[in-house]
Nanobody, 127 residues
């Protein structure tokens, strides 16, 4: 069974850092994109950062640009999200996803086609 295993969430004070990891233990085939998304209760899940599998595409949300960095290790089937200078408004459940395609929305991108989601990891930033 295909599984995306996330780790690295937790609680941190404003200004701190966290690094999220997501391993595709099932080695999902036909993957063209890996990315991180976040969601707070009552709001739509939003794209945070996305990478093309061949590093041929990069998206970073304006709200995290300059603070968050997405990277990947294809040999390990793992995508990372380094989060620096965290703010209370970054508090959310963070989900990784791998997909065959993505679609452009008003202010972000979202996975479509064959998509696998992680279980989510909570990030809480206190002021």
């Amino acid at each position: 069974q295909v599984q995306l295993v996330e780790s690295g969430g937790g609680s941190v004070q404003a200004g701190g850092s966290l690094r999220l990891s997501c391993e595709d233990s099932g080695n999902t085939p036909n993957i063209n994109f890996r990315g991180w998304f976040r969601q707070v209760p009552g709001k739509e899940r939003e794209g945070v950062a996305i990478l093309g599998f061949r590093n041929d595409f990069t998206f970073t949300a304006d709200s995290v640009k300059g603070r968050f960095t997405i990277s990947q290790d294809n040999a390990k089937n793992t995508v990372y999200l380094q989060m620096n200078s965290l703010k209370p408004e970054d508090t959310a459940a963070y989900f990784c996803a791998v997909s065959s395609s993505i679609t452009r929305r008003v202010s972000d991108y979202y996975p479509v086609g064959v998509t696998r989601w992680g279980q989510g990891t909570q990030v809480t930033v206190s002021s």
